[in-house]
């Protein structure tokens, strides 16, 4: 076993490094999810996030650099999770396009919602380490994460009220 870890900034460090490898796996996997969505709203957002995402990146990559640290990717098993869910949604159920927009909504929200708590707890902390340019960086992302997420909730409203009305029409 490796040596016990017993100070926060450690701690920000593992979080940081999180983060990291969730942002560089976003920044290959929105290209698809731009791919599949046929919404042009909803594409176009993931298009757009995609941008922000390698901002995102940056970001991140400095927060290690001005704490004197080399920027290092932890592995993140919980957006592979998220991916997951996606890949094996896709090839089990093989939904209609509308299924699959709604689909990826939420797919969307719900890894807005982990960059949200991840960002979160990240600017608490280096808040606390009274790390003031590691907070207004941290935060840069964090509001973007927001913005996006309500983003992501509109379109669901829009294709979940035109879902329902399709079907009672039928
Ligand atoms: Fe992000
Ligand atoms: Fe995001």
């Known amino acids: 076993m490796s040596a016990k870890m017993s100070e926060p900034r450690d701690l920000f460090l593992h979080e940081l490094g999180d983060v990291l490898y969730a942002e ?3 920044v290959k ?3 698809k999810l731009q791919e599949e969505a046929s919404d042009e ?13 390698g901002q995102h990146v940056k970001n991140v990559e400095l927060a290690f650099e001005k704490l004197g640290e080399k920027p290092t990717a932890e592995k993140c098993p919980g957006i592979e999770g998220i991916k997951r869910e996606h890949d094996e949604f896709l090839s089990k159920e093989s939904p209609s396009q509308d299924v699959l927009d ?13 960059e949200i708590a991840a960002y979160e707890g990240l600017v608490t902390m280096a808040e606390a380490m009274g790390e003031t340019e590691v907070v207004e960086l941290l935060t ?4 973007q994460e927001k913005t996006a997420l309500e ?11 035109n879902g329902a009305k399709q079907e009672t029409h039928s």
């Open 151 to 161: 983003k992501l909730k509109a379109i669901g409203t829009r294709l979940a009220q």
């Open 24 to 26: 560089r796996t976003l």
């Open 29 to 31: 996997t929105l290209p």
């Open 102 to 114: 709604s689909f990826l909504t939420g797919a969307g929200a719900r890894t807005e919602h982990y």
């Open 41 to 53: 709203e909803l594409a176009l957002g993931f298009e757009e996030h995609l941008d922000e995402t």
């Open 140 to 143: 840069e992302n964090l509001e």
